[in-house]
């Protein structure tokens, strides 16, 4: 037998159980396990039923994606499904944990699927740019009808066990998976229930089949939010054939679209990013095995935008916040906007309808800092100059618990300098939020040089808990995502000068697949910000000048680099931008020229993977993919372009070491100059992945 999974008998039930941690997931050695298992319950005179279930943590969470782009070992997950799906004896999937992927394809193939109250059922191969490839395109639908398929095959996201009984996909919610689905097998034997076969039961896609607008409107719901994308739209194909085609025609076609995802420049990108975005948890330098200390209640200072977000975030997690403002009316406005966002979300569906209020329960909110009592994790998120942050972290050193980490939310001040205003810099790092905190999921855990091991550790793993993307980033001007949005901002004023105009340059950056360009940027975060710190600074920016000095803000005036229609947030072009540029231009005698959007596409970008290359050297980031994690959840990087680091590397860091140095002449910008990382890289025809090892190189 394998070590991966073993049968025991129960008098007339076989009982199947794959242990293969983590996930279980579908390893050649996990697929021969399961066909050699239910092989031999078949087999087995004695056993009548069989029960397929898992150890560990989870029910199957899908195909092993390691082993994609290798060459295939059998068995073929379809012959595994075809011997469970044909077995003369019944087969009950207990699911337990995540049923994902080809997991929950397994579990179609079973005559019958039972679950735990918290187990989650899904198909998220979209989110890897691919599509179900065994059978779960053709069985799903049979299972839930065409609506339910689409939106969990083609939006990826899974469905709790509620939502699976409702919808027919399970037959009950049971206790302990193994004990549970045992019992099911007897009353299935005790009723003499039929071997119930998905492949023949058409009877949840005859309304489809007879008026297909059924499958087409789901369809084009879903796909509403997949620009850019190529496997949504396959995996609505294939969702397609089983309403037009037989059985196993939609099966060949399934597997044909399969294989063309499998071998996508875009499903290789978003396999990346997965893995990356789990190497990012793995904190460089950090002993191997360091425990976390416990976290029962964070304390978030500052109830604004940034901190009332922070605030939700946690609660949404389950988590006791105590919410510390410096007077009632802040305190009382923060609680109310928070109190607002959740209703209008319970409103749409989108949490339950008492989620609002349990989560509110949550939510201790208090005047003084003194009040930081028994927290475990402290978050300031309060003005963003080092005055107020030092004054702050002075205060908490006194009130904080031994112990507590304390965390700033600062999205570009020096950790270092913050926590030499506390007797503990060894309880010191940053968690920078990105805006809007409960939305975004980025966050960039800044390790300063005295942070201890444990307490890095502890943020990053409250992130994850609270399901944000950690990334820990080094002390410097920006960390990693704003040090590099600042080179793009750069060069994008520069190409205002040179000819080109804000619509121009963000249709090619929106175009390339990041969700707005920096002008629209700028608009949205508030022109006058950058002018009061340039003005602090003694910095002039004829241009944003000008527009900031006309009243022009951005969507907060109505007008900025665009003009924008009473509650409307959508950018327009506006003749008074263009005249303005001439007039500062001609005041500068300076003249338009043509910029070519191959130009501004490169302009934009390579200057960004050249601070990325700066970023590495200096240690700022401990890997290219830590970099490419910031990006795809920080600031809407394409996740079918994995990020600028893996972009950069499809492009060639020759070709952008070569146009790096050509505009660094061609524009007299010594800063565009290719930094010594990439020049080496460059030299040797190496990729910023050969810097890296783990899954995601
Ligand atoms: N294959 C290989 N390794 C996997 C894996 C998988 N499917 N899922 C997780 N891991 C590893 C992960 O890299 C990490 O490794 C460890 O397990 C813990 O994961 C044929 C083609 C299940 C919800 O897309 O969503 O089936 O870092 O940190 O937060 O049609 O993992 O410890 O070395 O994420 O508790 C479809 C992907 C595949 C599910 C658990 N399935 N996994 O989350 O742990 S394609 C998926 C997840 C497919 C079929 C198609 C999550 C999880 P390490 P973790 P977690």
């Given at each position: 037998m394998s070590e991966v999974a073993k049968l025991d008998r129960h008098d007339i039930v076989g009982i199947v159980t794959i242990d293969s941690p983590p996930v279980n997931a579908l390893s050649a050695a996990v697929r021969g396990g399961i066909l050699d298992n239910v092989n031999a319950a078949i087999a087995d005179p004695a056993?009548?039923?069989?029960?397929?279930?898992?150890?560990?943590?989870?029910?199957?969470a899908g195909a092993d994606i390691t082993e994609f782009?290798?060459?295939?070992?059998p068995p073929a997950l379809n012959d595994v499904l075809s011997a469970i799906e044909n077995s003369p004896k019944p087969v009950i999937a207990a699911i337990h944990g995540t049923a994902l992927g080809g997991g929950l394809e397994v579990a179609l193939a079973c005559h019958y699927r039972v679950a735990t109250k918290e187990a989650k059922l899904g198909l998220p191969e979209v989110k890897l740019g691919l599509l179900p490839g065994a059978g779960g395109t053709q069985r799903l639908p049979r299972a839930v009808g065409p609506e339910l398929a689409v939106k969990m095959i083609v939006g990826g996201d899974p469905i709790g066990a509620a939502e699976a009984l409702k919808s027919g996909l399970i037959e009950e919610i049971i206790e302990g998976p193994a004990s549970g689905g045992e019992a099911f097998a007897r009353k299935v034997l005790a009723e003499n229930r039929p071997l119930r076969k998905l492949r023949d039961d058409e009877s949840?896609?005859?309304?489809?089949?007879?008026?297909r607008s059924i499958f087409t409107n789901a369809v084009a719901a879903i796909t509403k939010k997949s620009r850019g994308l190529e496997a949504p739209f396959?995996?609505?194909?294939?969702?397609?054939?089983a309403i037009d085609l037989p059985f196993d025609e939609g099966l060949k076609k399934e597997r044909e679209g399969f294989l063309k995802l499998v071998a996508s420049d875009q499903s290789k990108a978003q396999r990346y990013a997965f893995f990356a975005e789990r190497e990012a948890a793995k904190i460089a330098g950090v002993p191997e095995g360091t425990k976390g200390r416990k976290v029962e209640r964070v304390a978030i200072i500052g109830a604004g935008?940034?901190?009332?977000?922070?605030?939700?975030?946690?609660?949404?997690?389950?988590v006791p916040v105590t919410l510390i403002e410096t007077a009632e009316e802040q305190l009382r406005r923060g609680m109310g906007i928070m109190q607002k966002n959740w209703e209008a979300t319970a409103a749409r569906g989108g949490i339950p309808a008492d989620a609002p209020a349990k989560r509110m329960a949550l939510i201790n909110g208090v005047v003084g800092l003194e009040n930081v009592g028994d927290a475990d994790l402290i978050i300031e998120a309060v003005f963003e100059t080092m005055a107020v942050k030092k004054e702050v972290f002075g205060k908490l050193d006194q009130y904080a618990k031994p112990g507590a980490v304390l965390a700033s939310n600062t999205s570009y001040l020096n950790i270092d300098d913050i926590a030499k205003q506390t007797s503990r810099p060894q309880d010191v790092l940053g968690m920078h939020f990105f805006s809007p905190a409960n939305v975004m999921k980025l966050c960039e855990i800044v390790r300063a040089e005295k942070t201890a091991p444990d307490a890095l550790v502890t943020a990053v793993s409250i992130a994850r808990k609270i399901a944000k993307v950690p990334a820990v980033v080094g002390v410097c001007d920006g960390f990693v995502g704003n040090r590099m949005l600042a080179q793009r901002g750069k060069q994008a004023e520069k190409l205002l000068f040179e000819g080109a105009l804000p619509q121009q340059v963000d249709a090619v950056v929106t175009k390339f697949g990041m969700?707005?360009?920096?002008?629209?940027?700028?608009?949205?975060?508030?022109?006058?910000?950058?002018?009061?710190s340039r003005k602090d600074r003694g910095i002039k920016s004829e241009i944003a000048d000008a527009l900031c000095e006309a009243g022009r803000f951005g969507q907060k005036t109505?007008?900025?680099?665009?003009?924008?229609?009473?509650?409307?947030?959508?950018?327009?072009p506006d003749p008074d931008v263009e005249r303005l540029i001439d007039e500062t231009l001609a005041k500068l005698g300076l003249k338009r020229r043509a910029v070519s959007d191959e130009e501004i596409l490169e302009r934009m970008m390579y200057p960004m993977i050249n601070e990325g290359a700066k970023i590495l050297a200096e240690g700022i980031a401990a890997r290219p993919s830590d970099i490419d994690v910031v990006w795809l959840y920080g600031y809407g990087w394409p996740i079918y372009r994995g990020g600028p680091m893996y972009w950069a590397d499809s492009v060639g860091l020759k070709h952008i070491a070569e146009r790096l140095a050509f505009?660094?002449?061609?524009?007299?910008?010594?800063?565009?100059?290719?930094?010594?990382?990439?020049?080496?890289l460059a030299d040797e025809g190496k990729t910023f992945a050969s810097l890296a090892q783990g899954k995601a190189a």
């Open positions: 056993i009548k039923a069989i029960v397929l279930t898992c150890g560990g943590r989870t029910f199957i782009g290798k060459p295939p070992k949840k896609i005859a309304a489809a089949k007879a008026d396959a995996a609505a194909d294939a969702v397609g054939y935008t940034m901190g009332g977000g922070i605030a939700m975030s946690f609660a949404n997690a389950g969700p707005m360009g920096p002008f629209a940027m700028g608009d949205l975060a508030g022109l006058d910000i950058g002018w009061r109505g007008k900025g680099y665009y003009k924008y229609e009473a509650g409307s947030r959508a950018p327009l505009y660094a002449k061609e524009t007299n910008d010594p800063s565009l100059e290719p930094a010594p990382l990439l020049k080496k």
